[in-house]
């Protein structure tokens, strides 16, 4: 007999969600996982100087409420310009291997992420982003218009120098979601 409610069995229906602030991997299967990124201070445009590209994987991001743009700069061995793409909810956008990205988002903003499993520093790359880079994310039509929102406590400081996990605490490793995995909980299996 068919049940109705809120209890099911885990091995049919796995139920995740996450409403802290930052990265979180939430559901892992085979090669992928599911994440969810929520608006932290450390990803304001006005903190954040660096780009990442992954080597071996697409990243994808679905906008699911507030207000989101993709920064892309290139596929080159550094970036080579800046380009803004407005997220809209429930779309799809495919960032593909390769590619330099960074993500801004409103306060309210959350965004699922679905990527390879082991998608991280050894498959990553980073990239501090120029003065002159920095200003154009800064005066962005996209940025102005959907998301400015001073962060708190607003500093700007370099990115440190990539290393290995668990090397920098979490507000030494500013401007990049990516190393917050660093100090999440571990996902679900």
């Known amino acids: 007999m068919s049940g109705w409610g809120n209890s099911m069995d885990e091995a049919w229906l796995q ?13 892992a299967f085979n090669g992928w996982r599911v994440a ?21 994987t697409d990243e994808v991001f679905v906008l699911t409420k507030g207000k989101g743009v993709l920064i892309i700069g290139g596929s080159g061995s550094q970036v080579d310009a800046i380009h803004s793409q407005t997220l809209e909810i429930g779309k799809i956008c495919n960032v ?6 960074t993500i801004l988002l409103s306060r309210d903003a959350s965004v ?11 498959n990553s790359e980073y990239t501090s982003l120029s003065a002159e880079s920095c200003r154009q994310i800064m005066k962005s039509p996209k940025w102005e218009d959907h998301l ?17 996990p668990g090397e920098y605490p979490k507000n030494q490793c500013r401007n990049n979601f990516r190393f917050l995995l660093l100090t999440t909980k571990p996902m679900v299996e």
Do not use: C
């Open 15 to 27: 139920i995740h969600s996450y409403e802290g602030e930052g990265f979180q991997p939430l559901v």
């Open 36 to 56: 969810i990124l929520n608006y932290l201070d450390d990803i304001h445009p006005e903190r954040n100087n660096t780009m990442e590209r992954h080597t071996e």
């Open 96 to 101: 593909r291997r390769n590619t330099w990205h």
């Open 112 to 122: 699922l992420i679905v990527e390879e499993r082991d998608t991280g520093e050894p």
């Open 148 to 164: 400015a929102q001073p962060p708190n406590q607003i500093r700007f400081n370099p990115h440190p120098a990539v290393g290995k």
